[in-house]
């Protein structure tokens, strides 16, 4: 016992977390898992909660705990025992004592408050124009814990009801739709109260004043801890007429924020870009939206750029502008990919992150390049490329990372996860065919909805699709389990006004291993005859990749091997592709009338010299 005790303070001191070996033995002794969450948003820097949560224990095990780093606890319950507070709580775990755990239902009940973090890590308090209140909350990746007590990790999802006490004027958003609101004084016990067990103590006696009870539904489908959201405060609510097909949406936004000019011509057109994005996603994957609406919060101080927590989509509130409308739209398609990658399927574990990031990071520029609705942005090409070109520098760890515990975690959400992600979903694309591509995935979501998955899963899928003709293991291996960029040089030598022979080198650079990939390569014609693009040209995993078809092609005076940027490498340039684009770039800068290309050419010019 006294070892046991020493653990918990030296862990407290440390501020240890979640371990991912911890996690696994909670996953398979935890399920069935249900949160009834009351909450009082008040004026002050403090809430008080409720929470009573309902699981099923598959044994006895001090392997089951609850995650809860923040807050003072009143009161707890265990299966109608009550717990001294101060023998089971040292943040940030409450210990379940064995001996009052039951195989097969629990039910704990804890009463607690806490404080807004200012930081916005949970539970955030913002105070405009010095009376105006708004609230929300971040709970990825590891933040729920900071608000509730829970099980705070990926692969125990539950279903969620949220009850939240504020301010009559004050509008509540979470996840799913209200099924009741009602008004109660300050010191009552109402009769939803007590349905819903919401310990009376947590509406302090003071005034007698009213309160608005909001009672949301039960959430329809089960979520992970990070997902669940809820937003309240002094905002403004937008709707548009729901279309067949299309969930409802609604849009919130500060009301001091928007002028009523910008509130008549921006916020329709989110709804149009949120439209296109669903009728989008839902054909190109063959899976419908899965939950009940479709909320887009706009939030002053949102830690995050953009969360995609189901039915209640956070962005920060600056992105309502003129200015940067396509950033907007990206944003805007990321966080709805995610509904289908991340919501619907989750990761297993940190370490997979980039099944989120990945997907979403691709699918939102992909909805920008091919979906007529926003052609009128421009193209956006290049801020692909400037983000991987931040990868090749930063890669130092492959996509599939190392997360031993649940402490730190914000490091991972960085250019690897999301850019080398995206590039790993493009290229997955490109190596199997597009029609491929879709039944894979119309295959992983099928079979993991509302589940768990790690890397090997999706690659499970791509295999059923594709057969003994595709090893999608050793693919995966090449790809999610090597950090690094390799080096790509286009080579050909001309004879008798032809192309003699083409070949690709690949060369390992800053990689742990040579890349199986497809590009698209340009080559210049001599004698100002134009430019031919080859597409989806494949580079095998090794030094030299021959192309006897290119044989019988015009000779040219100068390669690109990666136009429109398909390729997870860094591009040199040999010795003739070298000089005609360096010594006559001028002359040529205009021939195929592609500032990408440009740029892309002259990032290899940089290459040489930086090398």
């Known amino acids: 016992v006294h070892g046991i005790i020493f653990y ?14 911890e996690a696994i033995i909670r996953k398979k002794l935890v399920n069935a898992v249900t949160y009834t969450l009351g909450i009082l948003l008040t004026k002050e820097d403090y809430f ?11 044994e006895k095990s001090a392997g089951i705990f609850l995650d809860f780093r923040r807050g003072e606890i009143s009161k707890i319950t265990m ?8 023998d089971v709580f040292i943040s940030p775990r409450i210990t379940l004592p064995v001996e009052k755990q039951k195989v ?14 200012e930081h916005g890590n949970g539970l955030k308090h913002t105070i405009e124009n010095g009376a105006e209140h ?3 909350t971040q709970f990825e990746p590891n933040y729920a814990n900071h608000v509730f007590p829970c099980f705070d990790q990926p692969d125990i999802k539950g279903y969620f009801r949220l009850i939240t006490f504020t301010p009559l004027e ?13 008004i109660v004084r300050e010191g009552s016990y109402d009769s939803y109260m007590q349905a819903y067990e919401i310990d009376p103590s947590i509406l302090p006696p003071k005034d007698g004043n009213k309160l608005l009870m909001t009672i949301f539904r039960k959430t329809t489908q089960v979520l992970p801890t990070y997902l669940f959201a809820f937003v309240a405060g002094d905002y403004l609510k937008y709707e548009c007429e729901q279309e067949k097909g299309l969930p409802p949406m609604r849009i919130f936004v500060r009301p001091s924020y928007l002028s009523e ?20 996603y839902q054909r190109y994957l063959e899976t419908p939206y899965a939950f009940v609406k479709y909320d887009q919060c706009f939030i002053p101080e949102l830690k995050e750029v953009a969360m995609e927590n189901p039915g209640c989509t956070n962005f920060c509130e600056y992105l309502l502008r003129e200015d940067g409308k396509k950033h907007t739209a990206y944003l805007m398609m990321h966080e709805m990919a995610h509904h289908w990658f991340g919501d619907l399927v989750t990761m297993r574990w940190w370490s997979h992150l980039w099944l989120n990031e990945g997907f979403a990071t691709f699918f939102g520029k992909y909805c920008l390049q091919i979906l007529p609705e926003f052609e009128y942005l421009g193209k956006s090409t290049f801020e692909f490329t400037l983000d991987k070109m931040n990868v090749y520098k930063n890669n130092i760890s492959p996509v599939i990372l190392n997360v031993p515990a649940a402490s730190n975690l914000e490091r991972i959400f960085n250019s690897t996860v999301y850019q080398k992600g995206a590039v790993i979903v493009r290229q997955l694309l490109l190596t199997i065919g597009e029609a491929n591509f879709k039944k894979a995935l119309k295959e992983y979501l099928r079979l993991h909805q509302w589940d768990n998955v790690a890397t090997e899963d999706l690659l499970k899928c791509v295999q059923v699709i594709m057969g003994k003709d595709f090893d999608s293991a050793m693919w995966g291996d090449e790809w999610t389990k090597t950090k690094g960029v390799t080096k790509l040089q286009a080579n050909f030598t001309n004879k008798d006004g032809k192309i003699e022979r083409f070949w690709i080198t690949q060369e390992w650079y800053s990689a742990d291993t040579l890349r199986n990939m497809v590009v698209d390569v340009l080559l210049i014609r001599k004698d100002k005859k134009g430019y031919e693009i080859i597409p989806n040209v494949k580079v095998n995993a090794e030094f030299c990749t021959e192309y006897p078809e290119f044989a019988s092609k015009d000779e040219i005076v100068a390669a690109y091997p990666n136009v429109n940027d398909k390729a997870y490498a ?17 002359g040529k800068v205009n021939e195929w009338n592609d500032d990408h290309t440009n740029f892309l050419i002259k990032r290899a010019l940089c290459n040489i010299t930086e090398d």
Not at 10 to 16: A, I, T, W
Not at 170 to 182: G, P, R
Not at 262 to 270: M, R
Not at 570 to 586: A, V
């Open 134 to 136: 708004f609230f929300h």
């Open 170 to 182: 004050w509008i509540t958003i979470s996840n799913e739709f209200e099924e009741t609101l009602c």
């Open 570 to 586: 860094l591009i040199f340039l040999d010795p003739l592709s070298k000089k005609y684009f360096g010594d006559i770039w001028d």
């Open 79 to 86: 299966n109608s025992e009550s717990l001294n507070s101060k």
């Open 8 to 21: 918990r303070e030296n862990m407290q001191k440390k501020g240890l977390l979640l371990t991912e070996g």
């Open 48 to 58: 008080y909660g409720c929470i009573t949560i309902e699981a099923d224990f598959s």
């Open 104 to 117: 097969g239902k629990n039910k704990i009940t804890i009463v607690y408050k806490c404080e807004y973090d």
């Open 261 to 280: 000019k910008l509130s008549l011509t921006l916020i329709p057109e989110l709804f149009n870009w949120t439209k296109a994005g669903f009728k989008f």
